[in-house]
């Protein structure tokens, strides 16, 4: 069993920034890929940004530059850095772990967290 808790989210004006974080605790196993994902009113799950347990990350091209994402693999714990937010940043976010066991690849889900830029 994995449990995932995110915190972090809330209200911001345009400009602003957020720190959410994830906390993944039960069986996890490496090399693994933390990370990410937003979902707006009406529209489908997108990746945001991920770190792999080796270190390299990937961003989607709307937060390069401005959002950064972190793990911290003691604490198994992912943060995703937001500054500059925008309005179209708001979405529900959720961290998600993703790992390969005996050949099928695992796929947990937190709770999500709402983030809300706007003036």
């Known amino acids: 069993q994995v449990q995932m808790m995110e915190s972090g989210g809330g209200f911001v004006q345009p400009g602003g920034s957020l720190t959410l974080s994830c906390a993944v605790s039960?069986?996890?196993?490496?090399?693994?890929?933390m990370g990410w994902y937003r979902q707006a009113p009406g529209k489908q799950r997108e990746l945001v940004a991920s770190?792999?347990?080796?270190?390299?990350?990937n961003y989607a091209d709307s937060v390069k530059g401005r959002f950064t994402v972190s793990r911290d693999n003691a604490e198994n714990t992912v943060y995703l850095q937001m500054n500059s937010l925008k309005p179209e940043d708001t979405a529900v976010y959720y961290c998600n772990l993703k790992f390969n066991l005996v050949g099928v690849v695992q796929n947990y889900w937190g709770q999500g967290t709402q983030v809300t830029v706007s003036s």
């Open positions: 770190a792999r347990s080796a270190g390299t990350t």
């Open positions: 039960g069986s996890i196993f490496s090399p693994n890929t």
